[in-house]
């Protein structure tokens, strides 16, 4: 495996992947070779979601409600080891209108089934057809249901090593969640990953209301008329749907809908509350963000922040193409999808990391954080 080449950045150079040279990782991992049919971000995205997946390897899921709040319960979609507790558990978290249904979400669980993890499938509040767990609904700062599962899986499962994994909102999520514990973190919990996360939400909402991805804005805007319908027929004291064929897009339904349901003062302050850029720099436990420079919805720039650049604690990849959440590889098998396969590599090299010596862990984070600040550049194919 070749090591990351330097060179300095123009603004005639795209850089083919951009890495810390801070991250605790315990040895380079396999680089994103781009399917050659799918390199246009667009279609990569939309891609990713169509394929067809084999999932032989992943037994049938039992079902499991977390109460995270008075009157709101999660449903996860669990697939375990035969003896449980003496396995590593990955808590995976999809994004914005997802379920424990989308195919990243079953993509991961049967990789790090087979790699030895108990697996579960979160569904978001309301999604995966849970309107009628609570009368709240959904938005990119509610960490502290995560924080309600992480605290139920050591008190009750009693399980000591605990991983989270979250997609595009789902990552915010888990980011966030992180973030807050600071270094109060539990012992238990080893290890966070975030695959294109809307870090930063204004940004977000800015970049989907541009001309050229008037796609994403009108499905999800579909998706979201269609969610307040089923809650207002289910909460109908608490939702109206009078006025919904009036807005029009994201900016708007967080201004009228979001902010005020969720106790925002406005769409503005519900995204600085709820953004998990402003406690990225309290992550204390080994996260590794994966991001592509190509991706329409996501802005790269939210993650050449310092608050995730100088954090020794965070390895950052951000491949050069991969679209929102696509990264479709030019290789079959396992690798076809080749940020699920670096997510489950991740999580079993932290576990490598603390088996081989706690210590040298400590050290190994230590040491790189008194390096000098700086961002890698590798244009090599196996380099991070």
Known sequence: MSETQLFS??????????????????????????????RNPHVVTAMAA?????????PAATGR????????KLLAKCHWQRHRQRHPTLVLVHGLEGSSESSYMLGIA???????????????????GTEHLTPTLYDAGLSGDYRAVLEELIERDAFSEIFFAG?????????KMAGELGPNAPSELRGICAVCPSIDPAAAADAIAQPHNILYERYFMMRYRRL????????PDRYSIEALDQIEGLREWDEAITAPVGGYLNAADCYYQTSAKRVVTGIRVPTLIIAAQDDPIIPFASFCDPAIVDNPF???????????????????????????????DFCKQQLQMACDSPMKMQET???????????SVGRTVEAW
């Open 365 to 375: 984070v230590r040491g790189r954080s008194r390096r000098q600040n700086a961002i």
């Open 228 to 235: 307040l319908q089923r809650k207002a027929r289910l909460f």
């Open 167 to 175: 997609y595009s909102l789902g990552g915010n999520l888990v980011l």
């Open 9 to 38: 950045v123009t603004e005639e150079q795209t850089p083919e992947s951009v890495a810390h040279t801070k991250n605790a990782l315990l040895s380079p991992m396999r680089a994103f070779e781009p399917h050659p049919l799918l």
């Open 110 to 128: 049967e990789k790090s089934f087979v790699s030895g993890f108990n697996v579960l499938r979160m569904n978001q509040r309301n999604c995966g």
């Open 65 to 72: 409600l977390f109460d995270v709040e008075p009157g709101t």
């Open 314 to 344: 965070i390895s950052l990849i951000a491949t050069r193409y991969g679209g929102h959440c696509g990264f479709v590889s030019r290789y079959a098998g396992d690798e076809r999808f080749w940020a699920e396969s670096r997510i489950v």
């Open 50 to 58: 169509l394929w067809p997946r084999k999932l032989s390897h992943l």
